[in-house]
């Protein structure tokens, strides 16, 4: 089983930068696929943001394209979650996720919470306006 540890999350003013870091204790994390989702109080887990797992190939969810960046980088066993321009609606606890049981040669990114099989306990970010 890989655990993933999510750090960077605070309290932050409206307009401002975070950025999220993700550890993986594993050495084949290279093969992951990874996303980010994020859950706000009585809302259902979303999508954030997703990456292949050569980091070639990302994806974001419409509320978040070209405010946050997803990038990995496979010599740490880590994902970094770039996120600008915050806004009090991007208040959630924000939860690191890995494809491990199945791997795919096509180097693609998956946006679905049931195609990932590990999740970390998440960082809160908060917002504030």
């Known amino acids: 089983q890989v655990q993933l540890v999510e750090s960077g999350g605070r309290l932050v003013q409206a307009g401002g930068s975070l950025r999220l870091s993700c550890a993986a204790s594993?050495?084949?994390?290279?093969?992951?696929?990874m996303g980010w989702f994020r859950q706000a109080p009585g809302k259902e887990r979303e999508f954030v943001a997703a990456?292949?797992?050569?980091?070639?190939?990302?994806y974001y969810s419409d509320s978040v394209k070209g405010r946050f960046t997803l990038s990995k980088e496979n010599a740490k066993n880590t994902v970094y979650l770039q996120m600008n321009r915050l806004k009090p609606e991007d208040t959630a606890v924000y939860h690191c996720?890995?494809?491990?049981?199945?791997?795919?040669?096509?180097?693609?990114?998956?946006?679905?919470?049931?195609?990932?099989?590990?999740w970390g306990q998440g960082t809160q970010v908060t917002v504030s306006s």
């Open positions: 996720t890995a494809r491990t049981a199945y791997f795919s040669p096509t180097d693609r990114y998956y946006t679905n919470v049931d195609e990932y099989d590990q």
């Open positions: 594993t050495r084949t994390f290279r093969n992951y696929a």
């Open positions: 990456i292949s797992w050569s980091g070639l190939n990302t």
